[in-house]
Structures are given as C-alpha cells and as structure tokens.
C-alpha cells in the first residue's frame, strides 16, 4: 500500500550499556529486526572493494561518529532487504549530522515510535568493554578508545536523547542491572508499544 511506512525503535545509550545484547532478547520475543549501525559499518570496513573503508576504520578507532550518508545508506538497505516492517535502530542517530540525515532520508518512509535508553554509569561501561576487549577482538575496547568513544557520546549522542525526550519518545531503562532485569524492564516497554 502507499501509505505504509516502517517502524522504527532507536535503542541508544553508552558504550557498553547493553545495547546490542537486549536488540537480541527483543529480537527473539517481540519479532523487529535487529540492525546495529557500528556492525554493519564493521561489516561494510571487511568489504574489499568498500569505498568507505578506510574511513569508517579511522572513525571506529577514534570513537567518532562516520558520516550519516554512508551509515544511513547502510541501515535502508538492510531494511529493504529485510522484508520486514519492524526494526531495532541499535547506536544510532548518535549526532546532530545523524539525526538531520536520517531525518531528510528517511522522514517519509519510517515512523520513529520509540527511543530506549539505556542509562548506565560511565565506570560500569568501561568495565564491561574492557572485559570483552580480551576476546572481542573490536579495537575500539581499549581504554585509550573508550576514553574518546565516551567523550563523543557525552557531546554528541546525549543531546540526541534530550531532543526525542523533549518529543516525549524517550523510554529511560536502568541498564546498571543484570541482563534480565534490564529485559524485564524492556519488556514492559514493547507490551505497551504493541497494546
Ligand atoms: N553486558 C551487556 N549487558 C550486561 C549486563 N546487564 N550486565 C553485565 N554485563 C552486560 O554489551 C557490552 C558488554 O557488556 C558485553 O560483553 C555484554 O556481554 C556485557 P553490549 O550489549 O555489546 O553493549 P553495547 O551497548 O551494544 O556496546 P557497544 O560497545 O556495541 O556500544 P557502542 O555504542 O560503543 O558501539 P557501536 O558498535 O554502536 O559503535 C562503534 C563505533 O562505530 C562508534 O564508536 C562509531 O565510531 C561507529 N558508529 C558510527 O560512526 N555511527 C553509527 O551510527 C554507529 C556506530
Ligand atoms: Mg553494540
């Protein structure tokens, strides 16, 4: 139909919060489609023939935020691709840039219905990168990288989540707990988005 557009929860929060460990948990209950920018971009950097792929390497290594043209590129193909009508955003609009981007793509054809937050103190998201940085094998989980992943996060992204707080569209989660606790917290959430 002409009308029909895709749904669309933004799932932000910190490094480390938790955000890519619960899109799999509401994936696997509540049926959207898990898409997580920083994996498609770090699928998009493998690419040999990726035109993007130096700089998207630059980018993830210094924590900052690659242009919203190749990330936003990436996110609507996958969502073409899919099938599907609804989709997990998972790290993204993490800036100004994106959020204008994504705004001028993709303001007709996707409907943002929800942004989660996962809030989460700065030491506990350190600590959970840097025990996965042992086996990870990201080269963004070190502490000279967390350092400016978190800084970017702070200046950028956190403005992000005041502007869709102020449109009352911001669902807040205690992401300081244990993976089911925090589901649980989820849960209620999408119990109220499907009601
Ligand atoms: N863990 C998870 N939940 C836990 C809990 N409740 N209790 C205890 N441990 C918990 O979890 C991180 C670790 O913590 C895991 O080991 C997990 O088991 C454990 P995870 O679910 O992976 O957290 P997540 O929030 O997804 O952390 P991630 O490191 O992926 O967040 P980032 O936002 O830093 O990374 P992302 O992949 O989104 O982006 C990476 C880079 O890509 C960015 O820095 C940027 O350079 C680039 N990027 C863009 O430029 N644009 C974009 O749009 C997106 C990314
Ligand atoms: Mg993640």
Redesign the pocket.
């Known amino acids: 139909e002409p009308n029909h557009k895709y749904n669309v929860v933004f799932v932000l929060?910190?490094?480390?919060?938790?955000?890519?460990?619960?899109c799999l948990k509401i994936e696997e209950t509540f049926g959207y489609v898990h898409l997580?920018?920083?994996?498609l971009?770090r699928a998009e950097r493998q690419k040999m023939d990726s035109t993007f792929r130096e700089e998207i390497e630059k980018?993830?290594k210094?924590?900052?935020?690659?242009p919203v043209e190749i990330?936003c590129s990436l996110l609507r193909q996958a969502m073409e691709e899919s099938n599907k009508d609804n989709f997990l955003i998972?790290?993204?609009?993490?800036n100004k840039d994106?959020l204008d981007g994504w705004n001028h793509v993709m303001d007709s054809v996707a409907v943002v219905r929800k942004v989660l937050f996962?809030n989460c103190p700065q030491d506990v998201c350190v600590g959970?990168?840097l025990?996965?940085g042992k086996t990870s094998g990201r080269e963004?989980d070190n502490m000279e990288s967390l350092k400016k992943?978190i800084k970017?996060y702070t200046d950028s992204t956190m403005p992000i989540i005041e502007h869709y707080r102020e449109k009352n569209l911001v669902a807040e989660i205690n992401?300081n707990?244990?993976?089911e606790e925090?589901f649980n917290d989820v849960k209620k959430v999408f119990e109220a988005l499907a009601s």
């Open positions: 929060g910190g490094p480390g919060a938790g955000k890519g460990t619960q997580s920018a920083g994996d971009l980018h993830i210094d924590g900052s935020i690659v990330t998972d790290g993204f609009p993490r994106n996962f959970r990168c025990e996965r963004d992943r970017t992401a707990q244990s993976t925090v």
